[in-house]
């Protein structure tokens, strides 16, 4: 029963670490801006509002821009916890066109 406990832990523990999944961190931060472009946001899934930014940066010039801010968009979009693996995905996702 102890071993089964102390294997639960370091499962759990483990998971804690792992990059969270878009679909968990977007509703809870970027989505407030992005989702309807507030003050100047480019809009989630707006190809025509990503594509220039894009082309200047690079997605991993993106994911440094979000970390630093950028005039409206505050220093890690609410996302203070985010590693960069998860700001390249949740950047990833809103760039993607709609399908
Ligand atoms: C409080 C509103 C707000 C939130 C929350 C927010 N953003 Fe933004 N974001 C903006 C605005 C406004 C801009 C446009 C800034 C500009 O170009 O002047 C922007 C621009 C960006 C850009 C483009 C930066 C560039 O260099 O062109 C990226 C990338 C970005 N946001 C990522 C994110 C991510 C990832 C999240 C969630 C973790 C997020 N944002 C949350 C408001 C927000």
Request: proline share 6%; with cysteine; glycine share 6%.
């Amino acid at each position: 029963m102890k071993k089964f406990a102390v294997a639960a832990l370091v499962l759990a523990s483990s998971f804690a670490y792992a990059d969270r999944s878009v679909e968990e961190l977007y509703p809870k931060s970027c989505t407030m801006c992005h989702a309807q472009a507030v003050a100047g946001a480019p809009k989630t899934h707006d190809a025509a509002a990503w594509q220039p930014r894009v082309d200047a940066k690079g997605i991993d010039g993106l994911v440094q821009s979000a970390k630093t801010g950028l005039n409206a968009m505050p220093p890690k979009g609410m996302c203070n916890d985010c590693t960069d693996g998860e700001f390249k995905a949740l950047i990833e996702f809103m760039v993607k066109p709609a399908s």
